[in-house]
C-alpha cells in the first residue's frame, strides 16, 4: 500500500493544522511501517528543515518540491485543478490531505483531515470571505472524499448534522500531546522565561489565534478585576487572527495594560516553559474541535479553568474546572480564578487529575489509529 500524505501546513510557524501534520509524521518516521508513506510539501523558501526524519525511515520518502512555491501551486488548484498532485508526488493508493479539502488527483483514495466546523455553526465567527470559500471547497471536498479523519467524537456529529455526510465514513482520531510539554521544576529555567518576557509576577495564560471565536474580551475583563487587588499578569500567546483589533482595543483600554503581554507566536522551546510558569490556565473559547492548549498545559502541570462547550468535556474530561462561556460574567469568572487561587488543596486535586487525562493523548495512539483508516479506505 503506497501511501501520499500533504504536508504542506508544517513547512511555515506550526500551530494548529500544522502541529498535527508535523506530530503525525514525526511519529510515523519512528516505527516499522507495513506500508510505504510519501511525505508531500512544497519548501522553495527552505522554511521546513527537518527532512531528516523522513529520510531515516526506509519505508517514508521525502517529497520535498523547492522549485515552485507553494501559494502559486495552490492558487492554480484552487481556480484550474491543474496539475494533478501527481504531477508532484506520482502515483499512490490514497491520498491524505491535513487541512480541511482535497487536492486534484487523477486516481486512489482520498481521505481528508476535518478539525471542526465553527464557520457553518458560528458563522458570526468568521471572516465573510474565508467562510464561503471554507464551505463551497469543503462541501466540493465531501464530494469526493472516499473518507474523513475528524479530531473529536463532538466533530463528527458536526459533520454529519451540519452536512450530512455519511456517518460510516468518518474516523475519530483523538490528537496527542507532545513530550515536550511536562511540568518543570527548574526555578532558574522559570524565572530565566519570566524575565526573557519582561513578566515580574504570576501569570494567568491563555494560547490561541486572537479571534473573536477564543472569548478572549470576557479574559481580559476578568482579569482588569483581578489585578485591582493582586500582582498577578495576563499572557496572551497567539497569532492575530481575523477580526483582532477589537481584542487589542480591550487590551489598550485595560486600567492594567502593562501587566497585559500580548507575546504573538513563541519559539517553540519556550512554549514549554510558558506553561509550566503560569499559574493559571485559562481557555473562554466559544467553540473547540479538540482542545490541544489546554490539554498541554495539563500535562505541564498547570491547573486550566475551560470553557465546557464544543469538543472540550469530551477531551478534557473532569481533569479542568469548567464554566459556560454564553453566561459566565466577568465578576462570575474571575470568582472561579481567585477560588482557585486561594485554595491549594482544590487546586492540586485538579491539576492530579488533569495530568493523568493529559497523559493518556499520545501521538503515538493517533498515528496507530490514522494507520487503521488507510487500511480501511
Known amino acids: 500500500m503506497k501511501i501520499c500524505i500533504e504536508a504542506q501546513p508544517f513547512v511555515a510557524k506550526r500551530t494548529g493544522v500544522g502541529r498535527y501534520t508535523y506530530c503525525l509524521i514525526e511519529s510515523f518516521a519512528k516505527r516499522d511501517l507495513d506500508c510505504d508513506i510519501s511525505v508531500f510539501y512544497f519548501n522553495a523558501r527552505r522554511n521546513f528543515k527537518d527532512q531528516e526524519m523522513i529520510k531515516k525511515n526506509p519505508r517514508m520518502k521525502n517529497k520535498e518540491i523547492k522549485y515552485i512555491p507553494g501559494f502559486i501551486a495552490y492558487k492554480l488548484w484552487t481556480y484550474f485543478s491543474t496539475p494533478k498532485v501527481e504531477f508532484y508526488a506520482g502515483e499512490h493508493d490514497l491520498y491524505h490531505f491535513t487541512n480541511f479539502v482535497t487536492l486534484p488527483v487523477k486516481k486512489g483514495k482520498k481521505l481528508v483531515t476535518v478539525y471542526d466546523a465553527s464557520f457553518k455553526r458560528f458563522p458570526e465567527f468568521a471572516e465573510e470571505k474565508n467562510k464561503a470559500r471554507l464551505e463551497r471547497m469543503l462541501e466540493e471536498t465531501l464530494d469526493v472524499a472516499d473518507g474523513l479523519a475528524v479530531i473529536s467524537e463532538f466533530t463528527k456529529k458536526e459533520i454529519v448534522t451540519l452536512f450530512k455526510y455519511p456517518e460510516d465514513k468518518i474516523f475519530v482520531t483523538h490528537l496527542g500531546v507532545d513530550d ?184 503515538e495512539k493517533t498515528a496507530d489509529k490514522t494507520l487503521e483508516i488507510y487500511k480501511k479506505i
Open 180 to 363: 515536550c510539554f511536562k511540568k518543570v521544576n527548574d526555578i532558574a529555567k522559570l524565572d530565566a522565561i519570566k524575565i526573557k518576557y519582561k513578566i515580574n509576577g504570576p501569570f494567568l495564560l491563555f494560547t490561541g489565534t486572537l479571534e473573536p471565536r477564543k472569548n478572549i474580551p470576557l479574559l481580559i475583563k476578568a482579569f482588569n478585576i483581578l489585578a485591582k487587588n493582586t500582582n498577578y499578569h495576563l499572557v496572551i500567546i497567539g497569532r492575530c487572527g481575523w477580526s483582532y483589533e477589537s481584542i487589542l482595543k480591550e487590551i489598550e483600554e485595560s486600567r492594567f495594560s502593562d501587566r497585559i503581554h500580548h507575546l504573538g507566536y513563541v519559539k517553540e522551546t519556550d512554549l514549554p516553559l510558558m506553561y509550566s510558569a503560569a499559574d493559571m490556565f485559562v481557555f473562554p473559547t466559544f467553540y473547540e474541535g479538540f482542545g490541544l492548549p489546554p490539554l498541554e498545559a495539563m500535562r505541564s502541570g498547570t491547573l486550566v479553568i475551560s470553557s465546557d462547550q464544543a469538543s472540550l468535556k469530551e477531551v478534557l474530561k473532569d481533569g479542568v474546572v469548567y464554566f459556560d462561556p454564553f453566561k459566565t460574567t466577568p465578576d462570575d469568572l474571575y470568582d472561579i480564578i481567585i477560588d482557585h487561587i486561594r485554595n491549594d488543596a482544590k487546586r492540586e486535586l485538579i491539576i492530579k487529575r488533569g495530568f493523568d487525562i493529559a497523559n493518556s493523548y499520545t501521538w
